[in-house]
C-alpha cells in the first residue's frame, strides 16, 4: 500500500509554469508505473502523463511539448508550461501495483486571467 499526497497547484495566468508533485508514504522505486490524471466537472478523468521505472513516459497528445514528468524515489513531479485555460482541472497522482491503483486526493489547477 502507499499513500500519495499531491501539491503545487493553484491559480496561474495562461502562457504561465506550475509544478506539480506528488509525494509517496514510502519508496516508489518498485512501483512501476507512475502517472498524472486530471479531470474537470462532467468530464471523465483523463491520463495527463505516465512514467515506467526504467524512465520511459508517455504523454496525452494534448499536453506533449509543454509538460515534463519525472520521478525520484519517493517523489514524482510533474512540470507544466505553456499552460492554456484548458488545462484547468484537479489532477491526481496515482501508483500502479497491479492488481491495486492507488490514489491521491488531488490538487486543483486553475488557469485563468
Known amino acids: 500500500q502507499v499513500q500519495l499526497v499531491e501539491s503545487g497547484g493553484g491559480l496561474v495566468q495562461p502562457g504561465g509554469s506550475l509544478r506539480l508533485s506528488c509525494t509517496a508514504s514510502?519508496?516508489?522505486?518498485?512501483?512501476?508505473?507512475m502517472s498524472w490524471y486530471r479531470q474537470t466537472p462532467g468530464k471523465q478523468r483523463e491520463l495527463v502523463a505516465a512514467?515506467?521505472?526504467?524512465?520511459s513516459t508517455n504523454y496525452a497528445d494534448s499536453v506533449k511539448g509543454r509538460f515534463t514528468i519525472s520521478r525520484d524515489n519517493a517523489m514524482v513531479s510533474l512540470q507544466m508550461n505553456s499552460l492554456k485555460s484548458e488545462d484547468t482541472a484537479v489532477y491526481y497522482c496515482?501508483?500502479?501495483?497491479?492488481?491495486?491503483?492507488?490514489w491521491g486526493k488531488g490538487t486543483l489547477v486553475t488557469v485563468s486571467s
Open positions: 514510502r519508496s516508489i522505486s518498485s512501483i512501476n508505473r
Open positions: 496515482t501508483a500502479d501495483t497491479p492488481p491495486s491503483m492507488y
Open positions: 512514467i515506467a521505472g526504467g524512465g
